[in-house]
């Protein structure tokens, strides 16, 4: 797993920077969770909520597979952790879960999102049947960039609970 963070250009085209600041904050995810065993991956935030940065991991797999496949993609590709019965499933981690299939899990809807936008224009427009409506590929960039913050910050509380470690 590496841990290297792309430092988002200063200037650059909105492509460009759209995806270099989605590409930093993917990279910052994978960074604070790099290093720690599989206990503390699990260990929820503060009960009684069952946020962990393993369930952060799985989360974000199921945003990046909402958004680019079944959104800009219009896939038929069901959630992955989360189902009608248990909305919280992606951050409801069980003993049978793993920390090695959530990780991999993670990078392959990354992987399938960025072959899902190469040759994409911005303006191209995907459905999102769970607001129904239409977005363009200029919004999920900017939506998925703001998501990532948002749990990059819970991401980052939870693991200096864990260890200590700030920053970064």
Known sequence: MS???PEPPTIADERTALEGWLDFHRATLAHKVAGLDEAQLREASVPPSTLSLMGLVRH????ERSWFRRCLAREDAPPIYYTDADPDGD???TAE?????AYATWQ????????IVRGRSLDDLGFAPHRNKE???RWIYIHMIEEYARHNGH???IRE????????
Do not use: K, P
Request: glycine fraction near 6%; aromatic fraction near 6%.
């Open 135 to 137: 977005f363009d590929l």
């Open 161 to 168: 609970r864990i260890d200590g470690a700030t920053g970064a």
């Open 97 to 101: 879960d793993s920390w090695e299939e």
């Open 155 to 157: 991401a980052d509380l």
């Open 3 to 5: 841990t290297e963070r």
């Open 60 to 63: 974000m797999a199921d945003v």
């Open 108 to 115: 392959a809807e990354i992987a399938a999102a960025r072959d």
């Open 91 to 93: 951050h409801n981690v």
